[in-house]
Nanobody
């Protein structure tokens, strides 16, 4: 059983929207922070957005104002609403979970890949110009 499963990727024209979802299963993620990262072709994987156990939200500068991260009350599903998409948003998007973490966590902590110990398999997002 895969603990984190992403869905919602696809092909969209510039200016369009997509909504990604990440469903957790197999263990309790209620005490963890969750994040989204992405990896474009030929580039390093980078931070996109994260939500702490206590509900703090952080975004990378490149998506701030266009993307919105949210989660359900059961903390099973974390979503990433992506609006005003541009071609440079093209990437494989990964959701991730930290181990049990403090109620509040800093941006530095949640934007670091090393803070996460569980990763999804990724979903492709392609934005055409």
């Amino acid at each position: 059983q895969v603990p984190l499963v992403e869905s919602g990727g696809g092909l969209v024209q510039a200016g369009g929207s997509l909504r990604l979802s990440c469903v957790a299963s197999g263990r309790t993620f209620k005490d963890a922070a969750r994040g989204w990262f992405r990896q474009a072709p030929g580039k390093e994987r980078e931070f996109v957005a994260a939500i702490s156990r206590g509900g703090e939200i952080y975004y990378s500068d490149s998506v701030k104002g266009r993307f919105t991260i949210s989660r359900d009350n059961a903390k099973i599903t974390v979503s990433l609403q992506m609006n005003s998409l541009i071609p440079s948003d093209t990437a494989v998007y990964y959701c991730a979970s930290t181990p049990r973490t403090a109620f509040f966590a800093s941006r530095d902590y949640l934007s670091a890949q090393s803070s996460y110990n569980t990763w999804g398999q990724g979903t492709q997002v392609t934005v055409s110009s």
